[in-house]
């Protein structure tokens, strides 16, 4: 926030930016070696050599300095470092898209999460008023928005639940098939279909979040739905905004803990947010990038809270 110019940020900005590449998006995951190829990028020249370079000099920094920092770029130092012969050579290219997946997963998806939260926080004052009554009982008994204090808060974790079924920051979650799986038929007079070890499948989080069959008025922002008795209704399996298996989002909880506390105790203790006049109401979802956003982004009007 204090150097909006800085090369960090804006280079995230454009790694995250996808608009107008679903094509290549869906060249390199349906035809892999037919973009690799066609030397098929979805990422910008300039942000890939910038992240080669950045892991690149840390690397050896670290190496020439004997710096040690507990950290994901120090794991894959020790793995290449690792006298296992058996192990495929780890590059400075593959230690970067390892750590870059790690910065896309956090950069974008956080942010967009905030916004579209503060969206329904802003239209539904009824749960804004809840939820601000919660933080300012918690701040009352623990005085600071401790660790405890945060996983002690019911209302806030519904709100943040809700937001994620309706608005899940990734509307699509692939899956590698490992065990043959005949699917019912689609039609009356279909045949069924038969999943075979090796399939990709392509699961739409979206769609399964906005099924009436599993979510009542899939439509409706109802943090209630994740409250004591109702949330024993919901099916576990149908809720996938962190993906479900061994290969789940692990970053869930540091991303939760980062909103829980950065945007409701830094924001919602001190401030009230309403729409702007900018705001086109209802909110129209962009079609054009493969996470979630506003067509005419988010306009909120943030004012000092009146304290009783």
């Not at 209630?224 to 479900?244: C, H, I, M, Q, W």
């Amino acid at each position: 926030m204090k150097d909006p110019d800085n090369d960090f940020y804006l280079l995230g900005k454009l790694a995250t930016n996808f608009e107008g590449k679903m094509l290549k998006i869906a060249m390199t995951m349906l035809f892999p070696r037919l973009a690799t190829l066609f030397r098929v990028k979805i990422v910008d020249e300039k942000v890939e050599q910038f992240f080669l370079d950045l892991v690149r000099n840390t690397i050896e920094l670290r190496d020439q300095q004997g710096i040690y920092r507990p950290d994901m770029i120090q794991l894959m130092m020790e793995a290449r470092n690792s006298s296992d012969l058996k192990k495929p050579e780890l590059s400075i290219q593959k230690m970067t898209a390892q750590a870059f997946i790690f910065f896309f997963a956090g950069f974008d998806t956080t942010s967009k999460l905030m916004c579209f939260d503060a969206h329904e926080i802003a239209t539904n004052p009824e749960v804004q008023a809840r939820l601000q009554d919660e933080i300012d009982q918690v701040l009352e008994y623990y005085g600071e928005p401790t660790y405890e204090a945060i996983n002690n808060m019911q209302f806030l974790d519904a709100v943040i639940t809700e937001a994620l079924r309706m608005y899940p920051a990734m509307i699509i979650a692939d899956r590698l098939c490992t065990k043959g799986f005949e699917l019912p038929p689609a039609a009356p007079r279909a045949k069924p279909y038969l999943l075979k070890p090796g399939s990709l499948v392509m699961l739409s989080t979206w769609a399964i979040h906005r099924d009436l069959e599993y979510f009542p008025e899939p439509d409706t922002f109802d943090p209630d739905r994740f409250l004591e008795d109702r949330r024993k209704t919901v099916n576990s399996v149908a809720y996938l905004p962190f993906g479900a298996g061994p290969r789940m989002c692990i970053g869930n909880r540091f991303a939760l803990l980062e909103i829980k506390v950065m945007f409701y105790f830094h924001l919602l203790s001190k401030c009230s947010i309403s729409p702007a006049k900018k705001m086109i109401l209802p909110m129209e979802i962009a079609d054009s990038n493969t996470t979630l956003g506003a067509k005419s982004g988010f306009w909120l009007d943030i004012l000092p809270r009146k304290k009783v």
